[in-house]
């Protein structure tokens, strides 16, 4: 019934304006329905979609008037009672200035804490030119993060762990937070660069009123157990190294023999 499908989207509505139908339409939308049932726009998708291989060459626009291609949107969401896509001319893309509070956005981008630094974009009939544009932007974003990245391992002498940093994107600064269960779940051997020497092969003593780690429940020695034991063997392993030396690269000190 036509009432369990979603109102047209804004291309439809165009095109049926134009005379089109959903028998005779441009080459770069399609109708989308299965195989089996007959052609028609009371579809789930709101009547006509873009064929991917033209919507992704489009030029788009934000609202700071910074240019995109189609392929660096996202046409997927469905929020507040707006379907955010590239039919609706409401695809979004991620602010390549990361900013947390813009007042050019859609009011109900600005109003969801998981969605902040998007915002939508609308097409533009206008060539497209990479300096100035998202892409551009990112490029010299990435190279800044890279940069500091660099200049991060330079100022610990190089002890630092590539698993155990991440960058801080509301800080726009680099962090690192040492924890050996980590190190346990990727199994790690060798060289350790935080500790600055190899990972010692015995096994310590496993101190269970220390195992209070989120992720971690000892109990009855199941398979899940045996697994827990395993990893604890192993940060066991790789802790064994002063306790000053851990708290020098602002790491949890387990209870390691």
């Known amino acids: 019934m036509k009432e369990d499908y979603k109102e047209y989207n804004l291309l439809t509505k165009r095109l049926l304006e134009e005379g089109y139908s959903a028998e005779h339409h441009p080459d770069h939308v399609r109708v989308e329905v299965p195989m089996w049932q007959e052609k028609t726009l009371d579809n789930y ?16 626009k934000t ?10 949107c996202h046409s997927n969401m469905s929020y507040m009672g707006i379907e955010w896509t590239f ?3 409401m695809a979004t893309i991620r602010c390549p200035y990361e900013k947390k509070e813009c007042k050019l956005k859609h009011e109900y981008l600005q109003e969801n804490k998981v969605l902040r630094y998007e915002c939508e974009v609308h097409m533009a009939e206008e060539e497209y030119f990479y300096e100035g544009s998202v892409e551009h932007i990112l490029k010299l974003h990435d190279d800044e ?4 990245e660099i200049s991060f391992g330079l100022q610990r002498k190089g002890r630092v762990c590539r698993e155990h940093m991440r960058f801080n994107r509301d800080t726009l600064e680099w962090e690192m937070n040492y924890d050996p269960y980590y190190c346990g779940l990727s199994r790690c051997a060798g060289m350790c660069p935080v500790l600055g020497h190899e ?5 310590g003593n496993v101190f269970y009123p220390y195992l209070q ?3 971690l429940q000892i109990g009855s020695l199941d398979v899940m157990g045996e697994l827990a034991i395993n990893l604890i063997s192993i ?4 802790c064994h190294a002063p306790r000053q030396a851990l708290h020098e690269q602002g790491g949890a000190v387990t209870g390691c023999g």
């Open 145 to 148: 993060i890279r940069r500091q």
């Open 213 to 215: 780690h989120p992720y």
């Open 235 to 238: 940060s066991c392993r790789i």
């Open 87 to 89: 039919e609706n001319d």
């Open 63 to 72: 609202p700071c008037g910074l240019q995109c291609k189609g392929l660096q």
């Open 199 to 203: 990972l010692d092969k015995k096994r």
């Open 45 to 60: 998708d709101g009547g006509f979609t873009y064929e991917r291989w033209w919507i992704f060459e489009q030029t788009f």
